[in-house]
Every structure is written in C-alpha cells, then in structure tokens.
C-alpha cells in the first residue's frame, strides 16, 4: 500500500516541471516554504549574489559565476517530507532525483540515522624523544587538554558542543623515517560547519602539547576525513515499484545490484559510482552554503578506507525479493554562519527544507545521494546511461550558444538529426536560424514525413455520440524519420529530450512505447533494428491533436523507409487503433484530420464518415494554449457520466451543437466569417454547459474577443489545452495580447 504524508509541506508537486518559473515559486509559496520576501526576490532577480557581496567573501573578485538553483521534489526522510533544494549545472540529475524520491516514498521514503556531528582536529607533534611517552602523556592529560580547548570556545560549549574526547597516533615519514605523533581533537561543532573553531581550537591547545610531549608542534589544523560525522541512509523498494519500461521487476532489481557489486570489487567503476552519488550531495551543499570539496574529500577518503576504493552504496535483495539500498558516509554540514549569513540564496535554500538543524540536513543529504545512485544504477541497469543522456547533452550544448528562447528546441532538433552535438556546430545553427536560413542543410536533415493536427472549429463531446464535428488542420504539427541501426528499436523526440529503448509487446511496454510497439507488429516490423526520430511542432495534451499526428507521422515514416505502400485508409485505421490504445473510445476526427489535411464535416454514427469542407476563402485563425493539460480521456469520461445521469437533457445539448456545426460548416463553405464567428461563441456557450471550460481558458477567450476576434472558443477536450479564435483583421494583436496575459499563441489559415 502506498504511504501517505500527513506533512503539510507535502514534497508532492503534480505537474511542478511543467509549470513556468513563476507559478512553480507561488506553489513553494502556497506550500508555507517561501515568504512573500523569498518570492519577491526570486522573481525579481535579487537572490543572486550581488559583486560587492562576492568581493568581501573571496580575492580579487571580478564577477559573479551563476548555476541553475532547482529543486528536487517527492523526498520523504524519516517520515517528513522535503523539497531539497539543489544547484547544478548537469542536466538529468533533478529529474533523477525528483523521480527515485518517488519511487522510494511509495514503501515508506527513506530512513537516515546520523551520528553527532564531530571534526577531527589535528596536532602534529616532532622532535619528541620516545614516540610511546609522547602519546602516554598526551593521553594521561586529556582532561586537561579537553578544557583548554573548550575555554577558547565558550559559546561552543553553551550550544552543548565543543570539544569531546583525544586520540594519539605514531607515524613514520616513509622518505627519512622520521617519527611524528598526531592527536587528534575530537570536537562536537553542533550546527556550525566549525572548520575555523578546530582550527582555533588546535592553535590553542598547541602550547600544551609541546609541554606535554616534550616535542615541537608544526600542522595544526583539521581533516576533512570526517569519519565520525557519518549518516547512513537506507531504502526499500519493492520489486512491483521497479517500473521500467520494457523490463521485469526483477529485471532491473537484479541489475541495479549487480551494476553495485561492480562498484564493490572494482576501483575504475567505484570512482564513477562515487561520483555519481556526489551529483546529488555536492548539488545540495552548494545550495546550502556548505562546502562541497571538503564533503567530496571526506567520501572518496571513506571509500577507501580498508585500503581498497570501494562503492559509497550497496544494493541487494531481501527475503522477501525487495530491493535494498544503503548508504554509509562521512556527512559533516552547518545551518549556521558562513554562506548562509551571506548568500540570499541559501537562505532561501535552507528555508525550503524547513530550516532543519546540522544533522537533519545531513540526514537529507545522505538519502539525495542514495536516491541519485538509485537513479542512475537503474539507468545503467535498464536503456542506459549514454542513451537517456543524447537528447539531454544536445539542449545542454544548445543552451551554450546564448540564442532566443524560440531557437532553442530548433536547434536541439538540428543537432540531434545533424549527428554533431558540439558547441560549434550549436553556434552555426544558431547563426543560421538568425539569418533566416534552414537550421541544417538538406543533406544532413535527410526526408521527414509529416501529419496534421487540428482543431475542432465545432462539435466537440458531441461527436462521440453520433453528432457531427466540424474540424480543420493545423499543418506540419509533427514530423518522423525513420534510419536504420544495428540493433533495437529507439525513440528521440529530441525537444522533449526523450531517448528511449522500445522493447516488444510481448515484454510489456507502456505508455507510447507500448502503442508503438504494437504498431511495428501489427506491420510486422517489431524485429527490424531501426531509430524512430519524432520532430512536434505543437504540444501535446493541448486539445490540438498531437498525438493523432504523432502516430500518423511515424506511420508514414515507417511506410517511406520500408516501402509498405500503405493507402490513406490504411495510414487512418492504424492511426486510429494508436488512438483507442491512448484514449479509450476516441471519435476518429484527430486521426482522419492527422492523415488526410483538410478541413472536415466528420460522424461516426457507427461507422466513420467524413466530407471535406472547401472553404470560399482563407479563415485567419490564431490558437491560444494555456499550462493546463487537456485530458480528453478524463473529460470523456465526465460527459459520459453527466449524460448517463440526465440522458434527455444532454442529447438535447448534443443535438444544439450539431446544428451549429451544420450551419459552421455551411459558414466556412460560404466565407461567411461574421456568421462563423457568432456560431463558435455560441458552440463555447454549449461546451461551458457541459462543465469543459477552465478560468484558464475562459481568459483566454476574453483577450481574444476583446482585441478583435470576431469569435472565440476553446477547442478539443476542454478542462485546459487551448481555444481557437476567429481573426479576420487582428491576428498579430490577439497572438501579443495572449502572449502579455502569459499564454502561447501562434496563427495559421484554414484553406
């Protein structure tokens, strides 16, 4: 049974990376984890740290260096939920983290035990004359000692730390031989990171010492082999929450451990399994002000602690064939001084955990490096690294090259199809693009196939009931190639930085995947080895009939690079049967729309008809879309239930949108603008009767009929995804209207 949070703070954002930055702020804001005065600076800009700040922290300061500050959502450590806040410039690693945490809280989360927080200072002592005495003594005064210690540090003591405990050592310098004895002062540093207090503290007792032993004292200063600072961090994920696609359960439980085992036995795969925990712990220390070389110095230390460089984590089975993990490290971190009383950010990154203390921080610290290497383990484990990581690498370079916003997933797309992720080649798309030409040469884009989208002008929810529905393309919505390659079959949706394995039906695929393996065998393709490379210009889940141009796209790839010779029908009823998979019981306008790109009156009383619409003359439309997914499966569903509990009343708000579309459909053919337009705000009015319109939606609607459309409506599914308007005159002002209220907008023609 899945474990649930009675946190107020729950760590569980649904949709958080889908949001614009703003809205992802006011959730944290909504959630108590921000202040207005957080908010205020982060929107405005003023968390950054400031040169004048900088040139106070460090020397000759001459700039600021800026990372991504993100957060990693879903982490549930000690039955308390966190949202861990993380800078890093890597791409992968918050989606790693953010979905392991996921995974982990549906058995309970992590559990993570710290020991207190100690620093090892030490004291090196020479020219003594009998090492054994030397350490007799030092020992004999430890008292002593221990007090001195703490007199310099007063405050320390009052928190309830300072120092603890002394320990002795012999060595021999292995060039001379020469004889040293180290003491080590064990100091309890409570909240504070405390490098500079055991500092103080071993230039302080260094006086004593040289009396005590007789000898001369030279290094006084602390280590970073913070081994009495540790956490130990555990997980149990059972075998059903493995959910990889394409995988058993025990298939990635097993590989997860063996990829481990490695990392147990050999020093060359520990250092990259070590590094990847450090992705996420180093990402959370430079977040919090802490210092991350010191806490990386202390792991690879810890390591190799018997002699031998080992794997931070192991992985193994229970007897009850769950996975699990455990995570064993040195963990020394502050929540006071330092950074945090100098940096805006991380004082807004410790508020977003909840302003914990030293060792719940490290206890949170410990679980984001067992999740990280979770995350990667299960990678490795399954698809692999390199594969999840070409799309991801490609927005990375393309980010390199400082182009507009709207150039990014162009030149995302151009590197990927060029085969050159490199930053010169980045560049030389961008300049392109900026000049107008094509991001790549034809030599290098090679043949894409395409599809429509559409949009529904009138006749939505009506349709899946025998009514008609008035629709119209949107063209070249998506794109597909299909090449040849030496093994499997892969997917790269390159601006979705998707890049995945698809494995056959019978290894139980889901999701896409699964409707596109059930594609290849149903055109018995499932055995070629081959990369599908899918190219979307309109968004999904927007009520613009993405995925029915998806399918139709990569259906006719799949017809160009092996000859199928597939008819339009053909192309439609295979597009259709991907539909039904998706959706359940859709309508057939997405997917006949998709094939065949023309405006249409479309019915499916039973069995589908269509009649093409010719319009008298081009129809300006201009598309407004909205952050809110449209789920036509959901919505279906609700008219569905509306229906069956009031039968009359909603046949009879069927029966009024078929006459609307009728007489749209009767307006298009005529050029009849003006009559079309009040008949798509009467159509709105109906699908507001069925519940389907959003605020969202509604001011969408408003600034485009306010700014000139002659009509307005949302179009799809409804619950979000988009609206259509009407723009005989005022296509580019309703596109810069929708685009000041915070909406995307783009403009094309029926024809």
Known sequence: MAYKSDSARGSRISGFFKLPINDRIAALRERGLLTDEDVQALTSGEHTLKAAVADRMIENVVGVLGLPFAVALNFLVNGKDYIVPLSVEEPSIVAGLSGAARTARLSGGFTAVTTDPVLIGQVQVVDFQDAQAAMASLLAHKDEIVDLANRLHPNMVARGGGARDIEAFHHTAPEDGREMVVLHLLVDTRDAMGANLVNGMCEGVAGLVEAITGGKVFLRILSNLTDRALVRAS?????????????????????????????????YRAATHNKGIMNGVDAVAIATGNDFRAIEAAAHAYAARDGKYRGLTRWSRNPSGDLVGEIDMPMKVGTVGGALETNPIVRIAHRLLGSPNATDLAGVMGAVGLAQNYAALRSLATAGIQQHHMTLHARSVASATGAPDELFDTIVEALVESGEIKIWKAREIAERLQRGAPAIVASERGERSAAHGKVIVCGEHAVVYGRSALAAPIPLAVEARVLDASEGVHLMIPNWGLDEQIRQLEDHPRGFAAILAMLLKRLDLADRPMTIQVFPHVPLAKGLGGSSAMAVAVIRALDDHYALKLSDSEVNGFAFECETAAHGTPSGVDNTVATYGEPVLYRNPGTPEFHPVAP????????????????????????RAARERQPVLYEAIFDQIESLTQSAAKAVREGALDDLGELMNLCHGSLNALQLSTPELEEMVHIARSHGAIGAKLTGGGGGGSIIALCPESSDDVVAALATGGFKALKFEIS
């Open 235 to 267: 997980v149990r994920i059972p075998a059903h929450n493995l959910d990889v696609r394409g995988y058993s359960d025990a298939e990635v439980r097993d590989g997860i451990i063996l990829a481990s085992d490695l990392a147990l036995v050999d020093p």
């Open 616 to 639: 008298e003359r081009k129809i300006p439309m201009v598309i407004g879309i909205c952050g809110r997914d449209s789920l036509t499966s959901h919505t279906v569903a609700q008219v």
